[in-house]
């Protein structure tokens, strides 16, 4: 009887939520859209082999799963001196660390097989090279430096490369044009959110860029990788055809998000102003991808 309400315990509904959120499903579902948006345009005017589509999103899904699960379990100890992550299964003690090590190995494995015989070899090389860049340079590297916003921006960028040389199966100027606008996006993106939060990085003794330089270099950093950012982003049309409809949207949306940098420094960071430019981050890339798969 006992071992019978222990297996219960195990597979509880509490114990399944738990194991989902190792996986960080939010930055999931961010990588996947990224890599389809990617595919799309990579396709051009041919239709996306279904079943492509399903082993790509699956063995990169899988990856990202993993990196989640042991980013719970590296950052364990760090993650409960935060408010906003004491509470994370790990930290908090609901799911032990040796299972989210186990947890995020399994997935990491399964990821590379799928890939490597469902997807390409390149897909799965770069798709590990996300991996390992994110859980064995970045992690660490927040405990060090907060140089590890330019080494995360590596494995957030990827995602776009990946998707490309899916559908393509070798790396192409493109897909590292597509890189680079995630690569220069994420930079202002995690820095302000890194603003929001430095109360929480400090406390952590996590040297974000705002706890190691102050809020002034930070905002300084935002309105650089912004104003860089937009002629970055007008290169799939300079370079490679995109239509007029991603021109105009590119620079538009580009020009707002400038605005709002500066907005954001003139403001010295307010939390509202913050929250505002994150969020308007997101919204951002969203539209420029979605212009950028329709207009291409």
């Known amino acids: 009887m006992r071992a019978e309400t222990a297996y219960s315990g195990f597979w509880s509904f509490q114990r399944i939520r738990d194991f989902v959120s190792l996986t960080k499903p939010r930055i999931m579902l961010l990588v996947i859209l990224t890599v389809l948006g990617s595919m799309s345009v990579a396709s051009g005017a041919e239709r996306l082999a279904a079943a492509a589509v399903i082993w790509t999103l699956s063995g990169v899904a899988l990856a990202v799963g993993a990196g989640g699960a042991l980013n719970h379990f590296i950052e364990r100890d760090a993650d409960r001196k935060m408010a906003r992550t004491a509470d994370r299964p790990v930290a908090s003690g ?13 997935l990491w494995i399964a990821s590379y097989f799928v890939l490597y015989f469902h997807a390409n070899p390149p897909t799965a090389f770069l798709t590990m090279l996300a991996f390992g860049s994110y859980v064995g340079l970045y992690t660490p590297l927040k405990r ?47 820095l302000s959110l890194a603003l929001l939060t430095r109360k929480d990085y400090a406390a952590a003794g996590m040297p974000m860029l705002p706890v190691e330089a102050g809020v002034p270099a930070t905002l300084g950093q935002i309105l650089l990788y912004t104003a860089a950012l937009i002629p970055v982003s007008l290169l ?8 007029r409809v991603y021109l105009y949207t590119a620079v538009c949306a580009g020009a707002v998000f400038f605005y709002l940098a500066v907005l954001l420094d003139r403001k010295d960071a307010a939390p509202k102003w913050c929250g505002r430019f994150f ?16 207009d291409s």
Do not use: D, K
């Open 236 to 243: 799939p049309y300079t370079l490679f055809g995109s239509g």
């Open 279 to 294: 969020a308007y981050s997101i919204v951002y890339i969203t539209v420029l991808f979605g212009v950028l798969v329709f």
């Open 94 to 106: 609901r799911i032990r660390p040796p299972e989210a090590l186990v947890f995020g190995t399994a």
């Open 144 to 190: 060090r430096s907060s140089i590890c916003t330019l080494i995360g921006a590596v494995p957030g960028a990827l995602p776009a490369l990946i998707g490309w040389t899916a559908v393509r199966g070798h790396v192409e100027m493109t897909g590292l044009v597509l890189f680079l606008l995630m690569f220069f996006w994420q930079i202002p993106h995690f």
